[in-house]
């Protein structure tokens, strides 16, 4: 007996715009000037890649996610994203 053949691929999901789950990132200045409407402007830093992230905070995502609230307003203004 031979099993059946596989199922067929499910169809591509519609477009939809890029977030960080799945790698649409934009870029500092991108982000500073005119963001695009699908970037939270509360959480305009998760929108950066990691290497963007760290070169502009100069320290990680884990690092900056432990300071307190104010900490990490003031490095978002440093950076222009605030």
Known sequence: ???PPPPP???PPPEKQPTPADGGYVDLETLKSSPPDYVD???K???LSDADFEAAFKC???DFKVLKGWKQ???KKACGLF
Do not use: F, K, V
């Open 1 to 3: 007996a031979r099993a």
């Open 45 to 47: 830093e998760d929108y």
């Open 9 to 11: 691929p499910p169809p």
């Open 60 to 62: 990680s995502r884990a």
């Open 73 to 75: 307003q003031n490095l």
């Open 41 to 43: 402007p509360s959480r």
